[in-house]
């Protein structure tokens, strides 16, 4: 029988993940979407710098090639995984108090790099699912809050982030989980997430409302 396993994001240094900085996805993607950098210059080395002084001269007849912009001409292996997160604190429609779903949404933020002046302050992140890791920069993020509590607190919300960066899978898959030196970013602190954050399987049994639990 598969092992049940929990999608994570952590940062990504010196060429490895620092796994005790890692926070698991509340609910695993239903779906990834890679785009996979093409390149057509593919000659011996010599040959491709002719090829490139070319393109620059305006000789572009018949060549099919990047753009001088494009990521493509120094590193071809570069992939862009696209993936939608979802976040929620909702048990049920009539609580008490309602927990800001911002808290969670928030964990992203490092990795926006608006504040960084310096290339080598720059956060990379490292998204892994199963035999799925992929290291790089967040290079978009778009959030959407689609249920709110009575007095305006947004409980649920929706992240479409993309990572443009290298494939690390075989490299990570492996990694001795001894090297974890501290928790995993605890998902709320009521009775509902402190169960899933023990045994993320028990969700479905907590569960309480239709057949897709993004939807009440």
Same mark, same amino acid.
């Given at each position: 029988?598969?092992?049940?396993?929990?999608? +994570? @994001?952590?940062?990504?240094?010196?060429?490895?993940?620092?796994?005790?900085?890692?926070?698991?996805?509340?609910?695993?993607? *239903?779906?990834?979407?890679?785009?996979?950098?093409?390149?057509?210059? =593919?000659?011996?080395?010599?040959?491709?710098?002719?090829?490139?002084?070319?393109?620059?001269?305006?000789?572009?007849?018949?060549?099919? $090639?990047?753009?001088?912009?494009?990521?493509?001409?120094?590193?071809?292996?570069?992939?862009?995984?696209?993936?939608?997160?979802?976040?929620?604190?909702?048990?049920?429609?009539?609580? !008490?108090?309602?927990?800001?779903?911002?808290?969670?949404?928030?964990?992203? +933020?490092? +990795?926006?790099?608006?504040?960084? =002046?310096?290339?080598?302050?720059?956060?990379?992140?490292?998204?892994?699912?199963?035999?799925?890791?992929?290291?790089?920069?967040?290079?978009?993020?778009?959030?959407?809050?689609?249920?709110?509590?009575? !007095?305006?607190?947004?409980?649920?919300?929706?992240?479409?982030?993309?990572?443009?960066?290298?494939?690390?899978? =075989?490299?990570? +898959?492996?990694?001795? *989980?001894?090297?974890?030196?501290?928790?995993?970013?605890?998902?709320?602190?009521?009775? @509902? $997430?402190?169960?899933?954050?023990?045994?993320?399987?028990?969700?479905?049994?907590?569960?309480?409302?239709?057949?897709?639990?993004?939807?009440?």
């Amino acid at each position: 029988m598969a092992v049940y396993q929990k999608a +994570y @994001i952590c940062p990504f240094r010196n060429g490895r993940p620092e796994l005790g900085k890692k926070f698991y996805v509340q609910f695993n993607p *239903t779906e990834l979407s890679i785009e996979e950098a093409i390149g057509a210059m =593919d000659q011996e080395q010599e040959d491709q710098e002719q090829e490139k002084k070319k393109l620059l001269r305006g000789s572009r007849i018949g060549i099919q $090639h990047p753009l001088k912009a494009s990521g493509a001409w120094n590193k071809k292996t570069q992939m862009t995984l696209s993936v939608s997160l979802f976040f929620n604190t909702l048990e049920k429609m009539n609580q !008490d108090t309602y927990e800001d779903v911002r808290k969670y949404v928030g964990q992203l +933020y490092p +990795y926006r790099n608006r504040s960084t =002046d310096n290339s080598r302050n720059v956060e990379q992140i490292y998204f892994f699912w199963g035999s799925i890791a992929v290291a790089g920069l967040l290079t978009s993020m778009s959030v959407r809050y689609t249920v709110f509590a009575p !007095d305006g607190k947004p409980v649920r919300a929706q992240a479409d982030i993309s990572i443009r960066g290298d494939y690390v899978g =075989d490299q990570t +898959y492996n990694l001795f *989980t001894g090297e974890e030196t501290g928790r995993e970013a605890d998902f709320g602190r009521n009775e @509902i $997430h402190t169960l899933i954050g023990e045994d993320p399987s028990r969700w479905r049994s907590r569960y309480v409302g239709k057949d897709n639990p993004r939807i009440e």
